[in-house]
């Protein structure tokens, strides 16, 4: 059975409460150290150098264990799903993070759930809820909210970086549903490290035609980067993606989703206890409103496949 497929066996509880805890901590924490590594990391080589550390660990620690190998088709798909988790859905809010509050920017990645039943919808046939309907509706007006006029943490949020930030929100979850249903590799460490490979050649690539090479100097990343950076890399990617990927793989994508309602209001929480993110009254209420939207989501019932 691939590593794609649904396990049948339930899992240790104990596994479970762990990867969900890992998702939920690690994850909310990351913001955070993401500002911390763009303070003299350039967003692209950020995320470039995060995951060929990320992949290159997990590629050994599986190989170590026998589970290295793969078929091209397996590295096919292990790309896309590289493509639009770790380099567009990461990659836009590690770009975003440059302009938007690390508060701001979880809120927005909060959507992802509400991007999830869409896509769900459309492709595989699905019929969802009254409950998740009006759950994605509340969140759509949420999101306006956080993103119109004086809606920021310090004032306008920057339309362009929001906008971006929800294309990338789309890209995971298209890239969540398309991971549970491709064929990649037996080993969920060998699946993993050869999504955050692929995910390093998109992001130097990119950090090339962008020009961010040009006048950096390793010598001139500071500390705290440099523990931004490693932060990222074992606990945000090692730890906590191979996490996700796992639970994609034996709980719903609802029960997996729910990571999107805890994730902001640790973010926002280290934003104003490190950063001085102060939070706004508009902001308020759309971090309620979307958070209200997600729960409605997660705690639906099910949706049934269309005839």
Same mark, same amino acid.
């Given at each position: 059975m691939g590593y794609t497929k649904r396990m049948t066996a339930t899992p240790p509880r104990l596994k479970l409460f762990s990867a969900f805890a890992a998702v939920y901590l690690i994850w909310g924490s990351s913001y955070l150290a993401i500002v911390w590594g763009?303070?003299? &990391?350039?967003?692209?080589?950020?995320?470039?150098?995060?995951?060929?550390?990320? $992949?290159?660990?997990l590629l050994a620690i599986s190989a170590a264990r026998g589970g290295g190998k793969f078929t091209s088709r397996q590295l096919l798909n292990a790309s896309v799903v590289?493509?639009? =988790?770790?380099?567009?859905?990461? $990659? +836009?809010?590690?770009?975003?993070?440059?302009?938007?509050?690390?508060?701001?920017?979880?809120?927005?990645?909060?959507?992802?759930?509400?991007?999830?039943? &869409?896509?769900?919808?459309? &492709?595989?046939?699905?019929?969802?809820? %009254?409950q998740i309907w009006i759950g994605v509706g509340m969140g759509l007006g949420g999101l306006a909210i956080?993103? +119109?006029? $004086?809606?920021?943490?310090?004032?306008?949020?920057?339309?362009?970086?929001?906008?971006?930030?929800?294309?990338?929100?789309?890209?995971?979850?298209?890239?969540?549903? !398309? +991971? %549970?249903?491709?064929?990649?590799p037996a080993s969920g460490l060998t699946s993993a490290a050869l999504t955050m490979l692929a995910a390093s050649v998109f992001f130097s690539v990119s950090a090339l035609v962008a020009g961010e090479h040009r006048g950096f100097d390793v010598a001139e990343v500071s500390l705290r980067s440099l523990a931004g950076l490693a932060y990222l890399?074992?606990? $945000?990617?090692? &730890?906590? !993606?191979?996490? !996700?990927?796992? =639970? =994609?793989q034996v709980a719903s994508p609802a029960r997996v989703g729910t990571y999107a309602y805890v994730n902001p209001l640790i973010a926002v929480v280290l934003g104003?206890?490190?950063?001085?993110?102060?939070?706004?009254? %508009?902001?308020?209420i759309a971090a309620g409103v979307i958070l209200l939207a997600v729960i409605l989501i997660t705690m639906a019932p099910q949706p049934s496949r269309r005839r």
């Open positions: 763009l303070e003299t &990391v350039p967003p692209l080589l950020l995320g470039a150098a995060r995951f060929v550390t990320a $992949g290159a660990v590289g493509l639009l =988790l770790p380099f567009l859905g990461n $990659g +836009s809010l590690i770009w975003a993070q440059q302009r938007i509050p690390s508060g701001i920017a979880a809120l927005i990645v909060a959507t992802v759930p509400l991007w999830m039943v &869409v896509i769900q919808t459309a &492709v595989e046939h699905v019929r969802p809820s %009254r956080l993103v +119109s006029t $004086g809606g920021g943490v310090a004032g306008a949020v920057h339309l362009p970086s929001a906008l971006i930030l929800c294309g990338g929100s789309i890209a995971w979850a298209a890239g969540s549903i !398309y +991971s %549970r249903s491709a064929e990649l890399s074992i606990l $945000g990617s090692v &730890v906590a !993606y191979s996490a !996700y990927i796992w =639970l =994609l104003w206890a490190f950063l001085n993110e102060p939070i706004s009254a %508009r902001t308020a």
